[in-house]
């Protein structure tokens, strides 16, 4: 019976440690500045970025190169909107053993702005 319980403890211990996860979660208004502007909304998308890491407590080395910087650019070009409005974004990491998984999800509201006519001067 002592072994069972052992043996029991050692296993809840390791899914504490070795299996964990944690998240955060945001909201922004639209990644340009659009003040009293008009536009027409497009669709409502949503894209998941993945990447793996192989941490050691502080010190973390990527397999890849986290898709950060050119998040908003990624995420409006399957329909070649000019924005996002009503951004929610969230993220999450699991780490199993030193190996650990980020996910950063952004979801928004693709917008494009109407194309502005030209005036000519008549004389």
């Known amino acids: ?3 069972f319980i052992a043996t029991v403890s050692i296993f809840f211990l390791t899914l504490g440690l070795f299996n964990c996860a944690s998240s955060s979660v945001g909201i922004a208004t639209s990644n340009k ?5 008009p536009y027409e909304t497009v669709k409502t998308v949503e894209k998941t970025f993945t990447w793996y890491a ?3 407590i502080i010190f973390g080395i ?3 190169e986290p898709p950060i910087t050119d998040l908003y650019e990624k995420v409006m070009e399957e329909d070649a909107g000019d924005a996002l409005v009503n951004i929610r974004y969230w993220n999450d990491k699991s780490i199993f053993g030193p190996l650990t998984r980020y996910r950063f999800t952004i979801k928004g509201d693709l917008v494009r702005f109407p194309s502005q006519p030209t005036t ?3 004389r």
């Open 62 to 64: 990527p397999f890849t």
């Open 33 to 37: 500045p659009i003040p009293n502007t």
């Open 54 to 56: 192989l941490d050691f």
């Open 1 to 3: 019976m002592k072994h």
């Open 120 to 122: 000519k001067n008549k």
